[in-house]
């Protein structure tokens, strides 16, 4: 995809992504598409948002996760 500030409106990337959802078993919600530079000899800034989006879930993700955990443990510690 040459222009991707039209990447969510893509019925071919919301397929793969869909695709994606069912071999992968995680929610679509949770499938994040972005273009990779390994070609690209300049930056662009639709692509680095793309990327950017892509981090910030992934941080949001990790977030949650180590919440999750602290929980569990503060959860064990009073009961001892």
Do not use: C, H, W
């Amino acid at each position: 995809m040459e222009d991707v500030r039209n990447v969510y409106k893509s019925g071919y990337i919301k397929k793969m992504m869909q695709e994606a959802s069912a071999q992968l078993g995680v929610p679509l919600s949770s499938i994040v598409p972005v273009k990779n530079y390994s070609e690209e000899l300049d930056l662009d800034p639709n692509t680095d948002i793309l990327l950017l989006s892509a981090i910030i879930q992934m941080l949001r993700f990790a977030d949650n996760y180590f919440d999750d955990i602290s929980e569990k443990f503060s959860d064990v510690e009073a009961k001892e």
